[in-house]
C-alpha cells in the first residue's frame, strides 16, 4: 500500500489557508508533516489521523465550507 503525499498549496487549499499558514503550521509542529528531497509535504494518512486527534476552532464559516485551524493547547502552545 502505497501512501500518497500533498503539497503545500494543496493542504492550504483543504484547509482554506494560505500556504504561508501551513508553512508555519509545520514549523511550530502544529500539523504533521516530512521533508522528502527538499520538499514539505504532508501524508494524507497522517493528515486524516491528526483531523480526526486535533482541535480545530472554526475561525469563519465561508460559502465552500469551514475555515479551521488549530486551537492552541498547552501541549502546542511553546512550540515556537
Known amino acids: 500500500m ?3 503525499f500533498l ?3 494543496t ?13 508555519e503550521w509545520a514549523r511550530t509542529g502544529l500539523i504533521p ?4 528531497n ?3 509535504l504532508f501524508a494524507e494518512a ?10 480545530l476552532e472554526v475561525v469563519a464559516t465561508a460559502a ?7 486551537a492552541r493547547t498547552h501541549a502546542n502552545q511553546g512550540r515556537r
Open 46 to 55: 497522517d493528515l486524516e489521523e491528526w483531523e480526526d486527534g486535533a482541535e
Open 64 to 70: 465552500g465550507g469551514r475555515i479551521c485551524r488549530p
Open 33 to 36: 508533516c516530512r521533508k522528502i
Open 11 to 23: 493542504v492550504a487549499t483543504r484547509y482554506t489557508v494560505s500556504a504561508w499558514t501551513i508553512y
Open 2 to 4: 502505497s501512501r500518497r
Open 7 to 9: 503539497t503545500v498549496r
Open 38 to 40: 527538499g520538499r514539505l
